[in-house]
């Protein structure tokens, strides 16, 4: 055991330090040198994909049947460009069958060893599919078919055909093979292309399907290429995953990989059979053999690339429209109201309304760009759903019910706020002049504030009963550590008690008769425990019940209202 991993260490270190290896193929070689590995021979009739890495020479042979007057040679790159050289190889004298050949020599070599001629027949260069047709060399010995990627590994498919005519390996383009926009929405946008010309074979009809491939950065040339792009993403993701792990790296797998990739083994070439197994994985938008498709679900103001391949699942291949893009509708924008320093702002819902509510915006004064925002819901059962957000990014979310909310609204220049309706149930009989699913708004700057106003402990009104005259009863309150404004409504009752309950909680001051204020008081006190305020209401009538409504007028925000009491006056004095 110590001897083998003493042994790999020396082959790590012979690697790192440069020890020169025996090299599988030298780049100062002589072309009639094959090295001895195995032989990749390109069969007739057959789609194969070879893998090319980057800046090795691939060479696939094959011969001709005899009386073949023509033959076609296909390659078609995947994502990346490649060089392909299609050339023939002649020789004076065939060597003779009885020729005694060592198992180290392969076929091409012994072709090599006698002496004869080359000639190029085809070169290209490039990413899109190519074919040569052409007649057949009648003294060529065989063939050599070189292809070369110089940027990075890729693969390629190769497929021969002898003879002449179509093989009907590749599937048939029609003469128009772009795709064609019919209607672009919001969320969807609809294809249209020519069908092809193989769909209308009867007998390999079924064996075609349309599949449509969504992508956000461009068109892809071939299905291969679609696939590598979706495979690349896939080990971005992976990638990002395991980020923070770090992988042990021991010396066989180096040796392994750095023995294998010195022979071009026949192995590295796929059969049909293999790719057809790929093609389950494609997530396409639609499948089949309709030439219309929709494509829903898709982001609004985003633009999208559209790719139609059709796929021959018979022979594994596949060939490409020229693909579109288009860029969806952006959402329909609402109305966005501003609100006004200070101003108070009523929003009414209406049942069987717009779902998406209202908005509105606000700009606060002054460099601090800090403001207060207060809501009240005037519907008992209906609750109000209100957003605040900058630019993009939610700010605060709440339910907004009876009772008063404020949010501070503090580090932006602007505010968009969104109000929609949350609650279902009907809401109960208010008083009249209540507007059913509403609620009331204001926002106003705040100069000098560091955060939000304090509220009294509780809206609760209490009276004295020993303190309570023929004319007279005396109201408590709880009131706030800052100096604000308390101001005391009545509202007087019939001998049969002809009006009942008060004012709702959402109705401010502004709703109310200046006849029914009875007094105004500023009151402020530093400890809140002890923030407890009291009023005398005299010029009453005897054996009267009057109900008292407080309020508290602040400088910012809407005011708040106490809960209402109703006090009788004594009979009898």
Known sequence: MMAAMAWYLCLAVSLLCGIPWPQGHSALAPENEVPLRPTAWLPDGKVTTIHLPKGRTRRLYFTLKKKVAMMSVTVSPCDLPIEWTLEARTLKDKPPKSLHWSTKKSMPEVWWRGPGTEAKIHTYTGNA???YTGPSYAPASIYILRLRSKDQDTRATVYLHEGSGTS??????????RVHTLGVGMTSVTLSWAPSASLKRLHTQRSYDYCVLVNRKHNYRNLCAAQEGIRKEREKDKKREKKNKQRKV?????LKDWWWQQWDADTELRSPAALRDDYGHLQCACKGTESVCTVSELVPDTQYYFDV????RLNGTSAAYTGTFAQ??????????????GELQWVTFRDGGSTSGEFFSFRPRGWQQSGLLTLQSCGSSEKINVTVS??????????VGENLAQIWLQGSPSYLIHLEKAGTAAPRQAATGVLKASVKMQASSTYHRQGIPSLPSTLQIKSFNRLRSCKSVTLAWMGTEERSLYCVYRQRLGKGGGKKGGTAPCLGPESRSDTERVLCK?????N??????????????PGVAYIFDVYLMRRWGIPIKYSSKTVRTRKEC
């Open 129 to 131: 599919m190519n074919t």
């Open 168 to 177: 009907w390996a590749f599937p048939q383009l029609p003469s128009d093979s």
């Open 250 to 254: 021991t010396v066989w797998p180096i």
């Open 309 to 312: 391949f059709l796929i021959d």
């Open 328 to 341: 969806t509708h952006e959402e329909a924008r609402p109305a966005i109201t501003p609100l006004r320093e």
């Open 390 to 399: 900058s630019k993009g990014k939610e700010l605060s979310s709440q339910a």
């Open 522 to 526: 500023y009151f402020q006190e530093l």
């Open 528 to 541: 809140p425990r002890r923030a407890v305020t009291t009023a005398v209401i005299g010029g009453l009538e």
